[in-house]
């Protein structure tokens, strides 16, 4: 899979790290709030049980709209803001990988799978913390749960406190698991991102022209099903609602459909 075209690859000397920083939190920023609807339905859709709750995409994107407005498609989702620090982390790291690796290799395939699957690690450290309490934001519904744990309602009885539920989840994972739980789904996130990233990079290159859809569709085609086991463990805390009858069928392949809908946007920023 090397590239034999002459393809100028802009290295970290290359950056001007300023302009690198901010432009990438900004563009960043603008990606997550296009594509945070999907990434909440997809995670609904990796943890329900078969299709007891939604039928696809488009089913569970207006059941969510009629339930709870806009805003219920953006569940967890200042929590989940947080992970741009991994983010940051990612590429930093991918790119002084590249930069080390260069020293002992000028394969550009070899640089690419490295520092994809090192700056995964990196990012991952930080991320699933983060990604733990945001999942169990977004499995909120009014009236009944689809994770492990549910959110107070206010006194009044006028559904979900706005700015305690954050803290609310924190206090059950810790009451329930204590700080262990927040690494909940750990190295299955390792199993799912360390493959996807270093898949990612390679292809990227190897695509040229169009690489940044094609990269994300053949890395999340390929690392999906370690994504569903993934969600579920983080969210439910065990593989139970995988059972024969959603799998292969439809078990490993939930939220497919949602992938689909966001491949452009993602393709200029791979998961961290």
Same mark, same amino acid.
């Given at each position: 899979m090397e590239d034999k075209r002459n393809i100028q690859i802009i290295e970290w000397e290359h950056l001007d790290k300023k302009k690198f920083y901010v +432009? %990438?939190?900004a563009m960043t920023m603008m990606i997550r709030v296009s594509v945070y609807p999907f990434t909440l339905i997809?995670?609904?859709? !990796? @943890? !329900?049980? %078969?299709? #007891?709750? &939604? *039928? %696809?995409?488009? $089913?569970?994107?207006?059941?969510i709209l009629r339930a709870d407005g806009v805003t219920g498609l953006y569940r967890g989702f200042l929590v989940n803001t947080f992970t741009l620090i991994s983010g940051q982390c990612y590429v930093t790291t991918y790119e002084l990988t590249r930069k080390f690796v260069a020293d002992y290799s000028q394969s550009n395939t070899v640089k690419s799978l490295v520092a994809g699957g090192s700056a995964s690690l990196v990012a991952q450290s930080i991320t699933v913390?983060? $990604? @733990?309490? #945001? !999942? *169990?934001l977004m499995m909120q519904r009014? %009236?009944?749960r689809m994770g492990r744990f549910q959110v107070r309602g206010s006194p009044e009885g006028r559904g979900i406190v706005a700015f305690g539920q954050t803290k609310d989840i924190i206090r059950q994972i810790l009451r329930a698991d204590g700080l262990r739980g927040f690494y909940r789904g750990y190295v299955a996130s390792l199993l799912t991102y360390i493959p996807n990233s270093a898949v990612w990079w390679p +292809? &990227? *290159?190897f695509y040229a022209a169009v690489s940044g859809p094609l990269a994300a569709a053949t890395a999340s085609i390929l690392t999906n099903p370690m994504d569903v086991i993934r969600t579920r463990v983080q969210v439910c805390g065990y593989l139970k609602y995988i059972h024969s009858n959603e799998f292969p069928k439809s078990g490993f392949s939930a939220g497919l459909s949602s992938l689909q809908t966001v491949l452009e946007l993602k393709a200029r920023a791979p998961s961290s």
């Amino acid at each position: 899979m090397e590239d034999k075209r002459n393809i100028q690859i802009i290295e970290w000397e290359h950056l001007d790290k300023k302009k690198f920083y901010v +432009f %990438g939190v900004a563009m960043t920023m603008m990606i997550r709030v296009s594509v945070y609807p999907f990434t909440l339905i997809r995670t609904r859709l !990796q @943890v !329900q049980k %078969g299709k #007891s709750l &939604y *039928h %696809g995409t488009f $089913d569970a994107f207006i059941k969510i709209l009629r339930a709870d407005g806009v805003t219920g498609l953006y569940r967890g989702f200042l929590v989940n803001t947080f992970t741009l620090i991994s983010g940051q982390c990612y590429v930093t790291t991918y790119e002084l990988t590249r930069k080390f690796v260069a020293d002992y290799s000028q394969s550009n395939t070899v640089k690419s799978l490295v520092a994809g699957g090192s700056a995964s690690l990196v990012a991952q450290s930080i991320t699933v913390p983060i $990604d @733990v309490v #945001s !999942q *169990h934001l977004m499995m909120q519904r009014k %009236g009944e749960r689809m994770g492990r744990f549910q959110v107070r309602g206010s006194p009044e009885g006028r559904g979900i406190v706005a700015f305690g539920q954050t803290k609310d989840i924190i206090r059950q994972i810790l009451r329930a698991d204590g700080l262990r739980g927040f690494y909940r789904g750990y190295v299955a996130s390792l199993l799912t991102y360390i493959p996807n990233s270093a898949v990612w990079w390679p +292809f &990227y *290159h190897f695509y040229a022209a169009v690489s940044g859809p094609l990269a994300a569709a053949t890395a999340s085609i390929l690392t999906n099903p370690m994504d569903v086991i993934r969600t579920r463990v983080q969210v439910c805390g065990y593989l139970k609602y995988i059972h024969s009858n959603e799998f292969p069928k439809s078990g490993f392949s939930a939220g497919l459909s949602s992938l689909q809908t966001v491949l452009e946007l993602k393709a200029r920023a791979p998961s961290s």
